[in-house]
């Protein structure tokens, strides 16, 4: 009876973690490589931290990496925005 408690709460613990590292290395291998390059990151490097460390690594990546690649693709698109339009 103990050890089915104690399973059924490591389960509660461990899934969610495993969901978080999965969604946060899908997120890193689809964001486009040129937003890793103007944000000055490496993909690889995060790639890597999450497929070794596991959640340790996606938290990184969430914690570190993910921000600057949010600000540099707002400043991408309001770059992009204000940029002069030429006529055609």
Known sequence: MVLGLWF???GVLVAPLIVLWLLALIDALRTPTAQWEQSGQSQVTYI???V???PI???LYLG???PRLRRA???SVVGALS???RAG
Do not use: N
């Open 73 to 75: 693709e707002s400043a």
């Open 48 to 50: 890597v931290l999450m």
């Open 83 to 85: 940029a002069p339009r």
């Open 52 to 54: 070794l460390l596991g």
């Open 8 to 10: 059924l709460a490591a």
């Open 64 to 66: 570190i990496a993910r």
């Open 57 to 59: 690594g996606s938290l």
